[in-house]
Nanobody, 122 residues
Framework: QLQASGGGLVQAGGSLRLSCAAS????????MGWFRQAPGLEREFVAA???????YYSDSVKGRFTISRDSAKNTVFLQMNSLKPDDTAVYYC??????????????????WGQGTQVTVSS
């Protein structure tokens, strides 16, 4: 399973670091990503990384968020800087074998964490 952690309440301009650890068995995955969902909205792509080292970001977080991976610990991180109130959402980590065309889509992933709340106050 995937276990996400690191959410919380932060003021605008602040930073948070999310973690997602894969545990409890072997995962047939070659990439992991982060998605987020605000109340009343669809789940949207935030960032992803493939085991090749390629990273992908949504335009709304590019330059502010950084995704990284600790392969030895089967853990993926999302460093979020310069947070804005619009970043407020439940953040979900995901794992799978997405192809290029599905890297930014929920259908590209078949393992999901439980979500962690990120709230950015103005």
């Amino acid at each position: 399973q995937l276990q996400a952690s690191g959410g919380g309440l932060v003021q605008a301009g602040g930073s948070l670091r999310l973690s997602c650890a894969a545990s409890g068995g072997s995962f047939d995955i070659n990439g992991m990503g982060w998605f987020r969902q605000a109340p009343g909205l669809e789940r949207e792509f935030v960032a992803a990384t493939r085991w090749t080292g390629h990273t992908y970001y949504s335009d709304s977080v590019k330059g502010r968020f950084t995704i990284s991976r600790d392969s030895a610990k089967n853990t993926v991180f999302l460093q979020m800087n310069s947070l804005k109130p619009d970043d407020t959402a439940v953040y979900y980590c995901a794992g799978g074998r997405p192809i290029i065309s599905t890297m930014t889509k929920t259908v590209g992933y078949n393992y999901w964490g439980q979500g962690t709340q990120v709230t950015v106050s103005s």
